[in-house]
């Protein structure tokens, strides 16, 4: 690539952030395409079938394995898994509202309306009595960019951190897709029987959206923390779900939108 700063230009190899289809299905059927950054996908899918409403636990699936999906050369990408729900477990009729196709760019791209993907949580994520002192939350952003490996040599990863409420980092997962990377944290959590979240903190690179407020209330999670904007969309599900959302958490200071009793400020 041609490098350009100033009057100076150079000619460099550079790394760059992988970007892949995944398709998902249940018993064969297709489900969803997804763009994400390959890895963790068993969390990914886990993440994404459990903030879509289709599996409330790990009981529920009752078995996962990548399908063999070649290139032209006949090698497995592995941009296919394949989910078995266990049995009772009722798969979504997709040909009624909704479009599970999404990007890397934007995960509810092509839903039908708001009605279609504001899911109901299991969890009562309001009644949560978390306490998160200032300085921990202002931490946060250091602490996301510093476990960034994949960012710190392509510069084109997001990352999505889950914390305590004392700021100990629990696992950080990097995609080309924000919403992906929650996906990967929360499948990280329900694979290993630790939803809901609650007394956790998630936080995010780049902006907090209706989606990833979505994906923290269904993972019972109350404190979601954005180092840019939330939506507007996504402070009225905070404030109707009880989650304190954290926009704009950046050196030493914040806007913390709803539920602002969870944080602890100093005298």
Do not use: W
């Given at each position: 690539m041609?490098?350009i700063?100033?009057?100076?230009?150079?000619?460099?190899?550079?790394t760059?952030?992988?970007?892949e289809?995944?398709e998902?299905?249940?018993?064969?059927?297709?489900l969803?395409?997804?763009?994400?950054?390959?890895?963790?996908?068993?969390?990914?899918?886990?993440?994404?079938?459990?903030?879509?409403?289709?599996?409330?636990?790990?009981?529920?699936?009752?078995?996962?394995?990548?399908?063999?999906?070649v290139?032209d050369?006949?090698?497995?990408?592995?941009?296919?898994v394949?989910v078995?729900?266990?049995?009772?477990?009722q798969?979504p009729?997709?040909?009624?509202?909704?479009?599970?196709?999404?990007?890397?760019s934007?995960?509810?791209c092509?839903?039908?309306?708001?009605?279609?993907?504001r899911?109901?949580?299991?969890h009562?994520?309001?009644?949560?009595?978390?306490?998160?002192?200032?300085?921990?939350?202002?931490?946060?952003?250091?602490?996301?960019?510093?476990a960034?490996?994949v960012f710190t040599?392509?510069?084109?990863l997001?990352a999505?951190?889950?914390?305590t409420?004392?700021?100990?980092?629990?696992?950080?997962?990097?995609?080309?897709?924000r919403?992906?990377?929650?996906?990967?944290?929360?499948?990280?959590?329900?694979?290993?029987?630790?939803v809901?979240l609650?007394?956790?903190v998630?936080?995010?690179?780049?902006?907090?959206?209706?989606?990833l407020?979505?994906?923290?209330a269904m993972a019972?999670?109350?404190?979601?923390?954005a180092?840019?904007?939330?939506?507007?969309?996504?402070?009225?599900?905070?404030?109707?779900?009880g989650?304190?959302?954290?926009?704009?958490?950046?050196?030493?200071?914040?806007?913390v939108y709803?539920?602002?009793?969870?944080?602890?400020?100093?005298?």
């Amino acid at each position: 690539m041609l490098r350009i700063r100033g009057p100076v230009r150079t000619t460099r190899p550079d790394t760059v952030a992988a970007e892949e289809p995944l398709e998902i299905r249940l018993n064969g059927s297709p489900l969803a395409v997804t763009m994400r950054t390959p890895g963790a996908d068993f969390d990914l899918v886990h993440g994404f079938l459990a903030t879509e409403g289709v599996i409330a636990g790990i009981d529920d699936v009752a078995g996962l394995r990548y399908c063999n999906s070649v290139d032209d050369e006949g090698r497995n990408t592995y941009n296919v898994v394949d989910v078995d729900l266990a049995p009772g477990v009722q798969p979504p009729d997709t040909a009624l509202d909704r479009n599970f196709l999404t990007s890397s760019s934007c995960g509810v791209c092509g839903k039908a309306s708001i009605d279609a993907i504001r899911t109901r949580t299991r969890h009562d994520v309001a009644a949560d009595a978390t306490r998160l002192e200032l300085a921990t939350l202002l931490a946060l952003p250091d602490r996301l960019r510093a476990a960034q490996e994949v960012f710190t040599k392509t510069g084109g990863l997001h990352a999505a951190g889950l914390f305590t409420a004392d700021g100990e980092l629990v696992v950080l997962r990097e995609d080309v897709g924000r919403h992906n990377a929650v996906d990967k944290v929360i499948g990280d959590a329900l694979r290993a029987g630790r939803v809901p979240l609650a007394g956790h903190v998630l936080m995010v690179s780049g902006r907090a959206s209706f989606e990833l407020t979505q994906k923290a209330a269904m993972a019972g999670i109350p404190v979601l923390a954005a180092v840019s904007a939330p939506s507007s969309l996504a402070v009225e599900l905070a404030a109707d779900v009880g989650i304190t959302l954290v926009g704009f958490l950046r050196g030493d200071g914040c806007n913390v939108y709803t539920r602002q009793e969870r944080l602890v400020l100093p005298d």
